[in-house]
Nanobody, 128 residues
């Protein structure tokens, strides 16, 4: 059993930056691929980025590539998402997710029951 807790969301101006953190507990963290998804009201939950169990494989959604950077520190049981040049359309609840199967995190869209573990979400609002 794995528990995930996100933090780091908040209000930021367009062009600004935030770094999100996801701390995992209760399981063997280096067995799991971990990813970030986001969901705005009325929208599907979309994939943002994911990273393989030991950090050797990384995937980004096309619209995030070049602006966002995912990393993990398994000793700290933490995955990070550094977000730069934020845009109003980045406004959403950001969730971290963990799964033993990499392919379940590299999708364009997902639903909660398609992934093994989810955090509670952290709100990111990009606005002037």
């Amino acid at each position: 059993q794995l528990q995930l807790v996100e933090s780091g969301g908040g209000l930021v101006q367009p062009g600004g930056s935030l770094t999100l953190s996801c701390v995992a507990s209760g399981g063997t963290v280096d067995d799991y691929a971990i990813g970030w998804f986001r969901q705005a009201p009325g929208k599907e939950r979309e994939g943002v980025s994911c990273i393989s169990p030991r950090g050797t494989g990384i995937h980004y959604a096309d619209s995030m590539r070049g602006r966002f950077t995912i990393s993990r520190d398994n000793a700290k049981r933490t995955v990070y998402l550094q977000m730069n040049n934020l845009k109003p359309e980045d406004t959403a609840v950001y969730y971290c997710a963990a799964d033993l199967f990499w392919e379940r995190l590299t999708v364009v869209h997902t639903t909660p029951n398609m992934v093994d573990y989810w955090g509670q979400g952290t709100q990111v609002t990009v606005s002037s």
